[in-house]
């Protein structure tokens, strides 16, 4: 029996000290996220992880100190990428800790009731945090595929078609910047016309720096490198990489699956970039005269 007191008693200092590295993460966030409704949101959710830690506090008589080390990472996460982007990873972060509360025997039972209903209501708190960044993730999607399936085919096509690398960079960026002010006047013009309550100016922006910022990431190696197959593999590379984040971006901040996403959009780039090098192959045989 005093073992399996021992034991609980790890468990709750652990319980202890998540509680208030949430608090302290929360409280931060609270102070320099925009919105007084998000502001208010945070806070309420700090006040809840205090109380959680007070409940484990009763049981083990102790204070506990922080994890200085998630407090900083988190709040620079949500800094960089948004705090619903990072409030959502710490919560899934903790998922395993907050399951351990179903295996706490007897007299913990009741606490285990009373938390389990505080994390319904933060999960429904956090449902109500409006942030831009979310609100423009279909024009950034919008952005990041036009982006990855035009460049990526246009640079398979133009490597077969073009030996001299500093050339296909240039031909591309020149594609890829007009295509991104065409995608962002279309995002425009479709925001404008959508009773969605999106800003036009700010659908457009989204979608453009997201265009634009994809065909740098994808032309740097032919700047860099005079070997165009080495190019083309480390521009695939560089693609699902983009393909990767973005979607576990998009998978933690909206709760939507992963992988289907993932393989989905992978697919699609390289099925036409395969098609394209098809098509650069056959035109540099039809004018192996021509090409550069």
């Known amino acids: 029996m005093k073992k399996g007191r021992d034991f609980d008693a790890r468990e709750l200092s652990v319980f202890q000290k998540n509680e208030i ?17 998000n502001r208010r949101i945070l806070s309420q959710i700090a006040d809840d992880e205090l109380r959680h830690y007070n409940i484990w506090k009763g049981y083990t008589g102790r ?8 407090v ?21 972060g903790e998922k395993g800790a907050h399951a351990v509360y ?61 030996h001299n690398t500093t050339v296909v960079a240039l031909t591309a960026s020149i594609t890829g910047i007009a295509a991104a002010l065409s995608m962002a006047a279309s995002g425009y013009l479709s925001t404008k016309s959508d009773p969605g309550g999106k800003n036009p100016f700010m659908a457009s922006f989204y979608t453009g720096v997201a265009y634009i910022l994809t065909v ?54 390289f099925t036409v970039a395969a098609l394209s090098f098809l098509a650069g192959y056959g035109i540099h045989a039809l004018f192996p005269d021509m090409m550069m």
């Open 102 to 162: 179903s295996r706490i025997p007897g007299s913990f039972k009741e606490i285990n009731g009373i938390i389990s209903d505080e994390e319904e209501h933060e999960q429904a708190l956090l449902t109500l945090l409006d942030e831009d960044r979310l609100k423009y993730t279909g024009s950034i999607v919008l952005g990041l595929n036009d982006a990855l399936v035009e460049l990526m085919g246009v640079l398979a096509g133009l490597t077969f078609a073009l």
């Open 216 to 269: 740098l990431a994808l032309i740097t190696p032919y700047l860099v490198f005079e070997d165009r197959y080495v190019s083309l593999g480390l521009s695939f590379f560089i693609a699902v990489c983009i393909i990767g984040f973005f979607n576990y971006y998009i998978s933690v901040a909206r709760d939507l699956p992963f992988k289907s996403r993932f393989f989905e959009m992978v697919g699609l780039s």
């Open 21 to 37: 590295t949430e608090h302290h993460i929360y409280k931060h966030l609270s102070g320099k996220v925009g919105g007084v409704k």
């Open 63 to 70: 204070d506990v100190n922080p994890d200085r080390f998630k």
């Open 72 to 92: 900083w990472f988190y709040t620079m996460v949500s800094m960089l990428f948004g705090f619903t982007f990072g409030i959502k990873l710490m919560e899934k």
